[in-house]
């Protein structure tokens, strides 16, 4: 199958992009991972070639081994980038990566943890999504009723199909469900107006610190992109294949990606503090460790080690002292 992989960033997310994208290589993927970025670019992508892209007359295009290769493309949207995704995923579809069969979006704190070939097969079975930590959400929730009644006001009916709230880090979808990011963008532009504009998120300057603008009781768009990505579920009548929590790395079983929820990210964690802290090191973060040396290095071959070391440090201390 010919795939294609995006995945938007700014600022010290370009540690995850890196992660991420050794972790495609590591487990089969060959081909071009698109990425959306806004503001400066680190110096190891600075590396790459200048060339244009589509739309894109100053993309960066960076093949650190035979096989793959990253293109960087700058956004001018105001969004909020998280609010960017289905967007940016048509806007690739249309333009540079028209030749794809599939379309896959992974934030860029994730590391996947299967063979490439799982999720290929996966995106056949319909589109591809994963249960969320906050799941389940039942019929009646005030969330979901509250989505149809905004919904319902600006003519876009919803049904409910079942309890499962996905989270809005991955989605796998092969052409022929191309008309679900086309419903996804319909109603994160009808939501914009209760979030005080699409430039608002969960997220300010990379932290988690919501902008989104405050309604009177229940807060049905507190996630934005998230909410409107669950909606349109609701607004869609082809098949969705459904990944449970334990996809993402949330709940017991078969993990297939961990996603780094939260703060502080992998790349971030100071270990041993955290270890005195009473906290101890997590399986994602020791995934990410695994995936920051190659193909592509933005640690130093020196700080990598460190960091190794301490994580095994930290993690015998845990077995002693633990909150």
Known sequence: MNSAICTVFEGHYHYG?????NSLYKQGFRGTIYVGFRGDLPNWVLKGKKEPIGKWDEAIILNPVEGIQLAFLPLTTNYSLTNYKPDFMQELWEGPAKNAEALFYFDPDIV??????????????????????????????????????YFKNVKIDLTYKNQTYVNGGFIG??????????????LQESMGPAIGGLENSIFLNQTYHSTI???????????SDQDALNA????????ISFMGKEGMGFGPGKVIMFHALGSPKPWDINFLKRAFQGKVPRRLDEFYLKNTNYPI?????????????????????GRFYKV
């Open 112 to 149: 996947i943890n299967d063979s490439w070939t799982c999720f290929e097969q996966w995106v056949n079975c319909g589109v591809a999504l994963c249960e969320d930590v906050n799941s389940p959400l039942h019929e009646f929730h005030p969330r979901r009723v509250g989505w149809r009644n």
């Open 173 to 186: 979808l092969v052409k022929n469900d191309k008309l679900f990011l086309n419903l996804w963008i319909k």
């Open 232 to 239: 349109a579920l609701e607004a869609y009548n082809g098949n």
């Open 213 to 223: 603008t405050k309604m009177e009781g229940f807060q049905i768009f507190d996630k």
């Open 17 to 21: 992009v890196a992660a991420l994208s």
């Open 297 to 317: 290095l933005v640690h130093s071959k020196l700080e990598i080690k460190y960091r190794k070391f301490s994580f095994k440090i930290a993690k015998l201390i």
